[in-house]
């Protein structure tokens, strides 16, 4: 091979090395790749664990061994050693069935004074009416009369 002069050399070809790993020169955005079949099967399998890794260490402790390698606590259940009795539940809706009633009675009341103010409003609303055409008959009685005098 021929001897070259450096000055003949580009600068990135004589320092390949230090410009390759000077992270000055290496893009910052790295292209993402589409992740593979085995990583997916791990995010799904680590999002399992994550959802429901509490339910199945209490409920299926072999499923939540065998799926993280960890072995499963053991559930701990209180028994109380006392034997207190069971109250015994009243089961009398004597004071529902009343407080129901009074409700009822109190909605219907509610309701009747509605339906007063609705009727208070139209009788209102129609004299109203019937005293505008009484004035506009009046108006033009006397329209008619004073025409009748002019003649």
Do not use: C
Not at 1 to 17: C, G, L, Q, V
Not at 35 to 49: M, R, S
Request: glycine share 2%.
């Amino acid at each position: 091979m021929r001897n070259i002069s450096d000055s003949k050399i580009s600068y990135y070809a004589r320092n390949k090395r230090t410009f390759l790993s000077n992270s000055r020169y290496k893009s910052s955005s790295r292209v993402k790749t589409k992740p593979t079949f085995n990583q997916l099967i791990k995010d799904t399998h680590n999002q399992l664990i994550e959802k429901w890794g509490t339910y199945m260490e209490v409920n299926d402790p072999s499923l939540y061994e065998s799926m993280t390698g960890k072995k499963a606590r053991k559930p701990v259940i209180e028994v109380s050693d006392s034997k207190d009795q069971v109250k015994e539940i009243d089961t009398s809706y004597d004071d529902l069935y009343a407080y129901q009633k009074k409700r009822e009675a109190e909605r219907e009341a509610e309701l009747e004074k509605e339906r007063e103010k609705l009727k208070r409003k139209r009788l209102n609303s129609a004299l109203q009416h019937l005293r505008k055409i009484g004035l506009f008959m009046e108006a033009g009685l006397t329209l008619l009369s004073l025409l009748i005098r002019a003649d």
